[in-house]
């Protein structure tokens, strides 16, 4: 069964600094790759994502990820974030069928005003 | 996009008793799936519902706690059967894209639950 590992449980920073999530996923096949942002009460909402093309994915808010197929990775960056970046990020995998996901533990991050 | 509406948002249950959660999508989809997000943990498959056929469930969860319905392509209910505190969690309701090219799911707002 494919695992998702998602390196740091929580994060705090200071805006303007910059954000960088580590995902790491188990399964060898063809994947789909997800990164959800759940804001303090809010649904999740989609990020961005990778299905096929160039590994450099830009999504919205400023963050953009990078799939690393040697590496097994799907890390997240943001180069400058603001305090309403403070949200929990969750990284997330499906296969190329159908949109069954394995969600990472998911990254609470703070940014302090 | 998906416009997907849950009922209720949040519930308090006592032990014993059932919940059943509505998922209700703006568009016909062919599966929806259903996640549970235990408290500080992340989401977890519970099923994969598909409209004519009984639902898919994954590894620890079985269909006498979690009867799911799927009468249409635009509607599914999950119900938590004989709850316990442990129960208590996030229930969403996720469908897949809408179009052959978007593979993006879409998540319900989710449903609250404490058991006490």
């Known amino acids: 069964a494919q695992s998702v590992s998602q390196h740091n449980h929580h994060v705090i920073l200071s805006e303007a600094a910059s954000l960088e999530l580590g995902c790491n996923y188990s399964y060898g096949g063809t994947v789909n790759l997800f990164w959800y942002v759940q804001y303090p009460g809010q649904h999740l909402q989609l990020l961005l994502k990778y299905f096929s093309g160039d590994p450099l994915v830009k999504g919205i808010k400023g963050f953009e990820a990078e799939f690393i197929k040697s590496k097994f990775s799907f890390n997240l960056r943001k180069p400058s974030v603001q305090w309403s970046d403070t949200a929990e990020y969750f990284c997330a995998v499906g296969k190329a069928a159908g949109n069954k996901l394995t969600f990472g533990g998911g990254t609470r991050v703070l940014v302090k005003p | 996009s998906a416009v997907i509406s849950q009922k209720p948002s949040r519930d308090i249950c006592q032990r014993g008793t059932s919940l059943t959660i509505q998922c209700q999508v703006d568009?016909?989809?062919?599966?929806m799936f259903w996640y549970r997000q235990q408290p500080g943990q992340s989401l977890t498959l519970i099923a994969t519902a598909n409209q004519g056929s009984e639902a898919t469930y994954e590894s620890g969860f079985v269909i006498d706690k979690f009867p799911i319905s799927r009468p249409n392509l635009t509607f599914s209910t999950l119900t938590v059967s004989n709850m316990s505190p442990e129960d208590s969690s996030i229930y969403l309701c996720s469908v897949d894209g809408l179009t052959q090219l978007n593979t993006e799911a879409f998540f319900g707002q989710g449903t609250r639950l404490t058991v006490v």
């Open positions: 568009s016909q989809v062919t599966m």
